[in-house]
């Protein structure tokens, strides 16, 4: 049932309370509803399906365990490659694409045609224009913010104007606000204005202690939230066919004998990549490198291999969907992703899930989940001889492989499944803010 009145409008759910099923069993005869209001949400993201990172994929897995019947969701995002539909039901999200588009366009600054560069740039102002129609037609409950980037002003606009709708913003950036402030002049001239989508959030949710202490940093008062991003546990645990392994290993031409390093993420340089490729130089030659992934900086990649002439041993698998992800992890025998910056890394997680021994750097949120010699080892940053002193480790101690994937696998699946993390999300944000 639906009111009629545009101003108030909400779905009504009919359902019997506590006290009225009570007085039923009392009395047969009689019967008393209560009504339960579906509540609406908001979100604002720069980017969302096909254009896949940790942040789409956290939205995507909440939100498909939210009960619909409870929450309805809607997203204003750029639309960007003109072959997709402005408006799509994706999941449990009604996705409203906007901004101007190009057949085929991708994320990524350095190929992004022009007019999808200018939608961007755009974007607080055409996401917040496209906000005002639809809550005009819907009335929101709660306004979700992915990111304090052009999302985050979209969002600030917004509740400028709507006061008392509640705003929570959503940090996943492993990137220190002071290092941001160095490198960007433009977010500099405009401090005062990107610290407002900090301050007037009415809560903030973090993926790792490192993003809360620099919320706090920035002169926060309010609530932190601190709830990671996860894995689909059923998905990275489950048997992969012997046939589809064999498929796979005969492909990437990995023989009896062969150590495959395995990382899977964007082809930029702050993901470290480069370290791993030059990490090969001080280790024999039966260790190869496979790289899941795409980006702009393959072809610097591929250039520093040629020039290391360890070529042969760095595989470029490209971009690999997410359902294949679990296959290549148990072909694999090690992760390495000795990032620069991370604010969790859901690659990690989904390899200690999958059942193979990890590397990372004590960066962001990194150490929240990697303890030395219990769930993983660490390696120091831009530093490929460490990283290589840590792959021999694991090649020389199968006892400590063994610990180290047990205790892993463990951790995840008690602290970082999805249903877990979606239950948190209803009980301690959507809850308390949508009332």
């Known amino acids: 049932m639906e009111n009629g009145d545009p101003k108030i409008r909400k779905f009504l759910i009919l359902e019997p309370d506590n006290e009225a099923r009570e007085q039923t069993a009392r009395a047969p005869e009689f019967f008393c509803i209560s009504f339960r209001v579906m509540k609406r949400v908001l979100i604002f993201a720069l980017t969302y399906h096909p254009f896949i990172g940790g942040a789409e994929i956290a939205i995507k897995e909440i939100t498909d365990r939210i009960d619909s019947a409870e929450y309805s969701f809607d997203m204003i995002t750029l639309r960007l ?14 996705v409203n694409r906007i901004g101007f588009s190009s057949p085929g366009a991708k994320f990524s600054d350095r190929s992004m045609p022009l007019r999808c ?6 974007f607080p102002l055409t996401s917040f224009l496209k906000a005002r129609s639809l809550h005009r037609q819907h009335r929101y409950d709660l306004v979700w913010a992915m990111m304090a980037n052009q999302a985050g002003f979209g969002a600030l606009f917004f509740k400028q104007m709507h006061p008392g709708i509640p ?12 290092e941001m402030k160095t490198r960007r002049p433009i977010l500099r001239a405009m401090w005062r204005a990107y610290r407002a989508i900090y301050l007037r959030a009415d809560r903030i949710k973090t993926i790792s202690n490192y993003i809360a202490s620099e919320v706090r940093a920035i002169g926060y008062q309010g609530e932190v939230e601190v709830i990671p991003n996860a894995v689909d546990i059923e998905k990275f645990t489950a048997l992969v066919p012997e046939a589809k392994l064999h498929a796979l290993a005969t492909k ?8 495959f390093l395995f990382t899977a993420s964007r082809l930029v340089l702050s993901r470290g990549v480069e370290d791993v490729i030059q990490s090969l130089e001080f280790l024999p030659a039966n260790v190869k490198l496979l790289i899941a992934g795409d980006g702009e900086d393959r072809e610097k990649l591929e250039h520093l291999a040629r020039g290391l002439n360890v070529t042969e041993r760095v595989i470029f698998a490209g971009h690999v969907g997410h359902d294949e992800l679990p296959a290549l992890l148990k072909i694999s025998d090690i992760f390495v992703r000795p990032s620069l910056i991370e604010g969790l890394g ?15 750097t004590r960066v ?21 001889q460490s990283i290589a002193r840590a ?8 006892a400590l492989v063994s610990r180290v994937v047990l205790q892993a696998k463990e951790l995840v699946i008690q602290r970082y499944d999805w249903n877990k993390i979606a239950a948190d999300m209803k009980r301690r944000i959507f809850e308390r803010l949508a009332k």
Do not use: H, W
């Not at 929570?168 to 002071?178: K, N, P, S, Y």
């Not at 859901?346 to 990372?360: D, H, K, T, V, Y």
């Open 81 to 94: 490659d003109s072959n997709l539909p402005k408006i799509e039901k994706f999941g449990n999200v009604t």
């Open 117 to 122: 560069k200018v939608a961007k740039i755009l």
């Open 167 to 178: 705003y929570f913003l959503e940090l996943q950036d492993g990137r220190a606000f002071e």
């Open 252 to 259: 990437f031409a990995k023989k009896e004998g062969d150590v």
């Open 346 to 360: 859901n690659s990690f997680l989904e390899a200690m899930a999958a059942g193979i021994p990890i590397i990372g």
């Open 364 to 384: 962001g949120g990194i150490p929240d989940f990697l303890t030395e010699g219990e769930t993983g080892l660490f390696c120091e940053v831009q530093d490929p």
């Open 391 to 398: 792959a021999q480790r694991y090649m020389d101690d199968s």
